[in-house]
Protein backbone atom coordinates (compact mmCIF):
# COMPACT_ATOMS: atom_id res chain seq x y z
CA UNK A 1 0.00 0.00 0.00
CA UNK A 2 1.28 3.64 -0.83
CA UNK A 3 2.13 5.78 2.10
CA UNK A 4 -0.12 8.97 3.02
CA UNK A 5 1.36 11.66 1.64
CA UNK A 6 3.35 13.60 5.23
CA UNK A 7 4.47 16.59 3.65
CA UNK A 8 1.52 19.10 3.18
CA UNK A 9 4.40 21.61 3.21
CA UNK A 10 5.80 20.78 -0.42
CA UNK A 11 2.65 22.28 -1.88
CA UNK A 12 4.68 25.89 -3.13
CA UNK A 13 8.46 26.52 -2.86
CA UNK A 14 9.93 24.36 -0.59
CA UNK A 15 11.36 25.00 2.78
CA UNK A 16 12.78 23.57 5.37
CA UNK A 17 9.25 24.36 8.02
CA UNK A 18 8.34 22.58 10.90
CA UNK A 19 6.36 19.83 9.02
CA UNK A 20 9.16 19.04 6.80
CA UNK A 21 11.65 18.66 9.99
CA UNK A 22 8.79 16.77 12.03
CA UNK A 23 8.77 14.24 8.90
CA UNK A 24 12.81 14.43 7.96
CA UNK A 25 14.55 11.10 9.16
CA UNK A 26 11.65 9.17 7.35
CA UNK A 27 11.84 11.29 4.03
CA UNK A 28 15.31 11.38 4.01
CA UNK A 29 15.54 7.59 3.57
CA UNK A 30 12.86 7.66 0.90
CA UNK A 31 14.07 10.58 -0.78
CA UNK A 32 17.92 10.21 -1.07
CA UNK A 33 19.40 6.38 -2.36
CA UNK A 34 21.34 5.31 0.30
CA UNK A 35 21.16 7.65 2.66
CA UNK A 36 22.08 5.17 5.73
CA UNK A 37 25.15 4.27 3.76
CA UNK A 38 25.81 8.08 3.20
CA UNK A 39 25.70 8.54 6.86
CA UNK A 40 28.18 5.51 7.23
CA UNK A 41 30.98 6.34 4.59
CA UNK A 42 30.72 10.06 5.78
CA UNK A 43 31.33 8.68 9.77
CA UNK A 44 34.05 6.54 8.90
CA UNK A 45 35.97 8.83 6.79
CA UNK A 46 35.81 11.45 9.93
CA UNK A 47 37.87 9.08 11.95
CA UNK A 48 41.35 10.29 9.54
CA UNK A 49 40.46 13.50 11.32
CA UNK A 50 39.22 13.38 14.36
CA UNK A 51 42.76 13.92 16.69
CA UNK A 52 42.85 14.95 19.73
CA UNK A 53 40.42 18.00 21.07
CA UNK A 54 39.68 17.84 17.72
CA UNK A 55 36.70 20.64 16.35
CA UNK A 56 34.12 19.16 14.01
CA UNK A 57 31.70 21.21 12.24
CA UNK A 58 28.60 19.86 10.96
CA UNK A 59 26.93 22.29 8.77
CA UNK A 60 22.92 21.93 8.03
CA UNK A 61 23.10 19.07 10.42
CA UNK A 62 18.85 18.67 10.59
CA UNK A 63 18.22 16.38 13.52
CA UNK A 64 21.52 15.56 14.46
CA UNK A 65 22.00 11.93 12.47
CA UNK A 66 25.62 12.46 11.68
CA UNK A 67 26.46 13.78 14.81
CA UNK A 68 24.89 10.66 16.61
CA UNK A 69 26.48 8.48 14.32
CA UNK A 70 29.99 10.19 14.61
CA UNK A 71 29.83 10.41 18.56
CA UNK A 72 28.92 6.30 18.67
CA UNK A 73 32.91 6.13 17.12
CA UNK A 74 35.16 4.02 18.62
CA UNK A 75 37.55 7.02 18.95
CA UNK A 76 39.53 6.87 22.18
CA UNK A 77 39.92 11.21 21.76
CA UNK A 78 38.42 14.40 23.08
CA UNK A 79 36.66 16.26 20.78
CA UNK A 80 34.00 18.80 19.93
CA UNK A 81 31.13 18.72 17.65
CA UNK A 82 29.36 21.68 16.80
CA UNK A 83 25.86 21.20 14.20
CA UNK A 84 24.57 24.30 12.54
CA UNK A 85 21.17 24.39 11.25
CA UNK A 86 19.05 27.37 10.28
CA UNK A 87 15.73 25.81 10.98
CA UNK A 88 14.48 25.83 14.88
CA UNK A 89 12.53 22.94 14.51
CA UNK A 90 15.35 20.84 13.22
CA UNK A 91 17.84 21.79 16.20
CA UNK A 92 15.02 21.20 18.69
CA UNK A 93 14.43 17.62 16.93
CA UNK A 94 18.26 16.98 17.19
CA UNK A 95 18.33 18.28 20.72
CA UNK A 96 16.31 15.37 21.29
CA UNK A 97 17.66 12.60 19.44
CA UNK A 98 21.40 13.48 20.92
CA UNK A 99 19.91 13.95 24.55
CA UNK A 100 20.76 17.34 25.04
CA UNK A 101 18.26 19.41 27.60
CA UNK A 102 21.12 22.40 26.64
CA UNK A 103 22.19 23.87 23.74
CA UNK A 104 25.83 22.61 24.62
CA UNK A 105 26.88 19.43 26.47
CA UNK A 106 30.06 17.70 27.41
CA UNK A 107 29.20 13.43 27.80
CA UNK A 108 32.73 11.91 28.34
CA UNK A 109 35.02 12.81 25.79
CA UNK A 110 32.90 14.25 23.39
CA UNK A 111 31.27 17.70 23.46
CA UNK A 112 28.18 18.70 21.26
CA UNK A 113 27.09 22.31 20.65
CA UNK A 114 23.76 22.53 18.38
CA UNK A 115 22.73 26.00 17.27
CA UNK A 116 19.87 27.47 15.36
CA UNK A 117 21.99 29.75 12.88
CA UNK A 118 22.32 30.68 9.15
CA UNK A 119 25.63 29.58 8.37
CA UNK A 120 26.32 31.89 5.32
CA UNK A 121 26.32 34.64 8.52
CA UNK A 122 29.02 33.52 9.99
CA UNK A 123 32.13 35.44 9.43
CA UNK A 124 34.92 33.46 10.30
CA UNK A 125 35.15 29.53 12.17
CA UNK A 126 36.84 28.82 15.08
CA UNK A 127 40.34 26.79 13.85
CA UNK A 128 39.38 23.30 12.72
CA UNK A 129 39.91 19.82 11.55
CA UNK A 130 36.66 18.95 10.39
CA UNK A 131 33.78 20.16 8.34
CA UNK A 132 31.13 17.55 7.35
CA UNK A 133 28.22 18.54 4.96
CA UNK A 134 25.61 16.26 3.93
CA UNK A 135 23.02 18.30 1.12
CA UNK A 136 23.29 21.47 2.37
CA UNK A 137 25.05 22.81 -0.80
CA UNK A 138 21.98 22.26 -2.93
CA UNK A 139 20.47 24.88 -1.14
CA UNK A 140 23.25 27.60 -1.43
CA UNK A 141 23.44 29.54 -5.00
CA UNK A 142 27.15 29.29 -6.60
CA UNK A 143 27.98 32.96 -4.70
CA UNK A 144 26.87 31.14 -1.54
CA UNK A 145 28.69 28.07 -1.76
CA UNK A 146 32.16 30.09 -2.96
CA UNK A 147 31.92 32.29 0.45
CA UNK A 148 31.26 29.71 2.31
CA UNK A 149 34.12 27.02 1.17
CA UNK A 150 36.27 29.90 1.34
CA UNK A 151 35.38 30.37 4.75
CA UNK A 152 35.53 26.78 5.30
CA UNK A 153 39.43 26.11 4.16
CA UNK A 154 40.84 29.75 5.96
CA UNK A 155 39.50 27.58 9.11
CA UNK A 156 40.89 24.53 8.60
CA UNK A 157 43.98 23.10 9.74
CA UNK A 158 46.19 22.00 6.99
CA UNK A 159 45.60 18.44 6.49
CA UNK A 160 42.15 18.80 7.65
CA UNK A 161 39.37 17.32 6.30
CA UNK A 162 35.98 18.46 4.07
CA UNK A 163 33.16 15.92 3.52
CA UNK A 164 30.22 16.94 1.31
CA UNK A 165 27.50 15.27 -0.10
CA UNK A 166 25.24 17.25 -2.91
CA UNK A 167 23.04 16.93 -5.84
CA UNK A 168 24.49 17.54 -9.17
CA UNK A 169 23.16 17.90 -12.94
CA UNK A 170 24.68 15.28 -15.38
CA UNK A 171 27.36 16.55 -18.21
CA UNK A 172 24.96 16.29 -20.92
CA UNK A 173 21.26 16.12 -21.12
CA UNK A 174 20.75 11.93 -22.46
CA UNK A 175 22.38 11.32 -18.90
CA UNK A 176 20.33 13.95 -17.01
CA UNK A 177 17.43 12.61 -18.34
CA UNK A 178 18.77 8.69 -17.68
CA UNK A 179 19.68 9.06 -13.68
CA UNK A 180 16.80 11.38 -12.76
CA UNK A 181 14.26 8.90 -14.09
CA UNK A 182 16.51 5.97 -12.75
CA UNK A 183 15.98 8.31 -9.86
CA UNK A 184 12.20 8.90 -9.86
CA UNK A 185 11.95 4.84 -10.07
CA UNK A 186 13.76 4.54 -7.04
CA UNK A 187 10.91 7.25 -5.08
CA UNK A 188 8.56 5.22 -6.08
CA UNK A 189 10.03 1.77 -4.82
CA UNK A 190 10.04 3.97 -1.41
CA UNK A 191 6.70 3.95 -1.84
CA UNK A 192 5.75 7.68 -2.34
CA UNK A 193 3.07 8.38 -5.03
CA UNK A 194 3.60 10.06 -8.24
CA UNK A 195 1.78 12.74 -6.82
CA UNK A 196 4.59 13.36 -3.79
CA UNK A 197 7.01 13.29 -6.40
CA UNK A 198 5.99 15.86 -8.93
CA UNK A 199 4.88 18.47 -5.78
CA UNK A 200 8.29 18.02 -4.34
CA UNK A 201 9.91 18.27 -7.81
CA UNK A 202 7.78 21.31 -8.63
CA UNK A 203 8.58 22.73 -5.41
CA UNK A 204 12.06 22.49 -5.26
CA UNK A 205 12.42 24.69 -8.82
CA UNK A 206 13.12 27.93 -6.86
CA UNK A 207 14.92 26.31 -3.92
CA UNK A 208 17.42 24.04 -5.29
CA UNK A 209 20.79 24.71 -7.14
CA UNK A 210 22.18 22.35 -9.04
CA UNK A 211 25.35 22.20 -11.20
CA UNK A 212 27.74 20.33 -12.88
CA UNK A 213 30.63 17.96 -11.39
CA UNK A 214 32.61 20.45 -13.24
CA UNK A 215 31.64 23.63 -11.83
CA UNK A 216 31.40 22.05 -8.33
CA UNK A 217 35.54 20.81 -8.73
CA UNK A 218 36.27 24.51 -10.67
CA UNK A 219 35.02 26.13 -7.09
CA UNK A 220 36.84 24.08 -4.59
CA UNK A 221 39.92 24.70 -6.82
CA UNK A 222 39.29 28.64 -7.05
CA UNK A 223 38.94 28.48 -3.02
CA UNK A 224 41.93 26.73 -2.28
CA UNK A 225 41.42 22.81 -2.48
CA UNK A 226 43.73 21.15 -4.64
CA UNK A 227 43.38 18.17 -3.21
CA UNK A 228 39.66 16.26 -3.49
CA UNK A 229 38.37 12.56 -4.61
CA UNK A 230 35.06 11.48 -4.99
CA UNK A 231 34.15 8.85 -2.30
CA UNK A 232 30.42 8.09 -3.26
CA UNK A 233 28.28 8.63 -6.21
CA UNK A 234 24.42 7.26 -7.10
CA UNK A 235 21.98 8.78 -9.76
CA UNK A 236 23.05 12.17 -9.21
CA UNK A 237 23.94 12.36 -5.58
CA UNK A 238 27.79 12.68 -5.26
CA UNK A 239 30.20 13.00 -1.93
CA UNK A 240 33.28 14.65 -1.89
CA UNK A 241 36.46 14.46 0.69
CA UNK A 242 38.63 17.50 0.35
CA UNK A 243 41.86 18.09 2.02
CA UNK A 244 43.66 21.30 3.09
C1 LIG B 1 18.91 18.10 3.14
S1 LIG B 1 19.02 18.79 4.71
C2 LIG B 1 20.55 18.19 5.38
C3 LIG B 1 20.53 16.77 5.85
C4 LIG B 1 21.46 16.45 6.97
N1 LIG B 1 22.77 17.04 6.81
C5 LIG B 1 21.56 14.95 7.09
O1 LIG B 1 22.65 14.41 6.87
O2 LIG B 1 20.56 14.31 7.42
C6 LIG B 1 19.50 20.47 4.50
C7 LIG B 1 19.51 21.22 5.82
O3 LIG B 1 20.20 22.45 5.62
C8 LIG B 1 19.53 23.44 6.37
N2 LIG B 1 19.90 24.74 5.77
C9 LIG B 1 19.57 25.24 4.56
N3 LIG B 1 20.16 26.44 4.36
C10 LIG B 1 20.87 26.71 5.49
C11 LIG B 1 21.69 27.79 5.91
N4 LIG B 1 21.91 28.87 5.12
N5 LIG B 1 22.28 27.74 7.14
C12 LIG B 1 22.08 26.66 7.95
N6 LIG B 1 21.32 25.60 7.61
C13 LIG B 1 20.71 25.62 6.39
C14 LIG B 1 18.06 23.08 6.28
O4 LIG B 1 17.30 23.63 7.34
C15 LIG B 1 18.12 21.55 6.33
O5 LIG B 1 17.97 21.06 7.64
Not at 72 to 94: C, E, R
Not at 97 to 111: M, Q, V, Y
Not at 183 to 196: I, V
Not at 224 to 241: A, D, L, M, Q
Amino acid sequence: MKSKPTLSSIEGTWRFNDNVAENFDKHVNQSIPHYKDIQQYVTALSEWFIKDNTLIYDLGCSTGETIKNICKLDVSTNFKIIGYDNSNKMISLAKKKLNLKKSSIKNGRIKIQLKSLDVLKIQKFKKSNLFISILLFPFLNLFERKKLIKNIYKSLSPGGGFIFVEKIRSKNSHFEDILNQMYFDFKLRKQLTEKQILTKSKSLRSSMHLFDQNTTQALLKQCKFKNFEVFYKCFNFIGYIAIK
